[in-house]
């Protein structure tokens, strides 16, 4: 079994997409740097823990329709920085650029602005489709028989978890982690109705049809950077 849809995730449970697909392609044969990781997940639990969360800031800092915690933010920023390190030295990977601030507060509003439209356009996602998911994720990380070749990724996701504070099962059932798995089977059906539609050739393109989406929404909406990055 694969783990499914990890890497949509990435912002909420593990690490960014723009560096997780290089994590999976080379976990099958890298080591996994155990106490690197847990250190950097407790690192990324103090930065949460001093973060003051404010919904109300959110609604001001994107306009209408967008709702993005601090909270979110920092976590997303913290991933990406500890992913970056993880990645950094490997032997083949090739450099990415490093994303600023802006680049990741601009990911996580595209990523909602795609969902909001996918909705529009009739999308639904029922809550057996999520439980599947999750149930399916779930298992190919916790069961050791399964997806053998991915330590990394799961060495991640426990510790993802156990920053949390809740149990294994608390944490599959929880309203956020259902909500992440939810966005990401919603930006999949988007992105295969899009092809149908011909408004993309394939899903490769689905990053620019978003960034397409932010452009738009930049244009009657200014977002407020600075509420985030102080």
Do not use: H
Request: net charge neutral; proline share 1%.
């Amino acid at each position: 079994m694969k783990i499914r849809y990890i890497f949509a995730l990435t912002a909420s449970l593990v690490i960014i997409a723009t560096t997780s697909s290089i994590i999976y392609s080379r976990s099958n044969n890298v080591w996994v740097p155990k106490e690197k990781i847990k250190q950097g997940f407790n690192e990324i639990k103090k930065s949460l823990d001093e973060t003051q969360d404010s919904k109300t800031m959110s609604k001001s800092a994107f306009g209408k329709d967008i709702e993005i915690s601090k909270k979110q933010f920092i976590l997303y920023k913290k991933n990406y920085e500890l992913t970056n390190e993880l990645t950094s030295n490997q032997q083949g990977v090739a450099s990415q650029s490093k994303l600023s601030d802006t680049d990741l507060i601009d990911n996580l509003v595209k990523e909602e602005l795609a969902v909001n439209y996918a909705k529009k356009l009739g999308i639904t996602v029922s809550e057996e489709e999520i439980s599947k998911e999750v149930s399916r994720n779930q298992e190919a990380i916790e069961n050791p028989d399964t997806d053998k070749g991915n330590e990394l990724v799961k060495e991640l996701m426990k510790n993802r978890i156990r920053i949390t504070g809740l149990t294994k099962e608390q944490f599959w059932k929880s309203k956020e982690t259902r909500y992440e798995y939810e966005k990401a089977i919603f930006l999949g059906k988007l992105g295969t109705k899009l092809v149908e539609e011909k408004k993309i050739n394939d899903l490769s393109e689905l990053n620019a049809f978003e960034d397409s989406i932010l452009a738009e929404y930049k244009k009657q909406n200014t977002i407020n950077y600075d509420a985030f990055i102080k």
